[in-house]
């Protein structure tokens, strides 16, 4: 079956410490994408990318880095930056065409 | 800066009844607009996506509508059941490849 698959479900980050989510899809989707969730927020774009080895910043991009270097694959890396990076992080993808399909989550914690 | 409100934020109902959740936007040129399900601590699952040029689609017990010139969307659920019960997310693009905007979401408990 296509789809997006996120790892770990759940990760857990001391202060201080870089940490990388992984997203990887089978759509043949051109387009790949990381929210945050955190309660009463909504999700929130941090990056985007629309084609391999190209990247843009989304909302709230500070502390966080990605790279493209596989259509199929899209990781965001948590950095020491970023102050308060417990959150849940969500990955999508999409066609151009359709709609925008999800991953399952990651959920971070800081300990 | 497109901005998407969804009313109500909750909403409790019986089992059996029929049940509106609205979505409105500030800024109408959108190239779609899409519902999706989410499920406490669990991804979000796509619904239904109504592109610009359409007035509304059904899957199901599900009918979602889109008037794009007063810049409103609704999802119908009919005859709800206590497996409806969810996060109901709505969120427009206004291009393929641009950034989905979202509204905060209608939490939605159906009790039996």
């Known amino acids: 079956d296509g789809g997006i698959t996120q790892s770990p479900k759940y990760l857990f980050r001391k202060e201080g410490q870089n940490v990388t989510l992984s997203c990887e899809q089978n759509?043949?989707?051109?387009?790949m994408y990381w929210y945050r969730q955190d309660p009463g927020q909504g999700l929130r774009l941090i990056y985007y990318s629309q084609i391999v080895n190209d990247f843009q910043k989304g909302d709230i991009a500070e502390g966080y880095s990605v790279s493209r270097e596989k259509k199929e694959s899209f990781p965001l890396t948590v950095t020491s930056a970023q102050k308060n990076p417990t959150a849940f992080y969500l990955c999508?993808?999409?066609?151009?065409?359709?709609?925008?399909?999800f991953g399952s989550g990651t959920r971070l914690t800081v300990v | 800066k497109q901005e998407v409100t969804q009313i109500p934020a909750a909403l409790s109902v019986p089992e059996g009844e029929n049940l509106v959740l609205n979505c409105s936007f500030t800024?109408?040129?959108?190239?779609?607009l899409q519902w999706f399900r989410q499920d406490p601590g669990k991804g979000l699952t796509s619904l239904l996506l109504?592109?610009?040029?359409?007035r509304e689609q059904t899957s199901g017990r599900l009918n979602a509508s889109l008037d794009k010139s007063s810049g409103r969307s609704t999802l119908y659920i009919a005859a709800s059941q206590p497996g409806d019960s969810a996060t109901y997310l709505c969120a427009v693009s206004h291009t393929g490849f641009q950034k989905l905007v979202f509204g905060t979401g209608t939490r939605l408990l159906v009790s039996p």
């Open positions: 800024d109408s040129a959108i190239y779609n």
């Open positions: 109504i592109q610009s040029s359409q």
């Open positions: 759509l043949n989707h051109d387009a």
């Open positions: 999508a993808s999409s066609s151009g065409l359709g709609g925008y399909t």
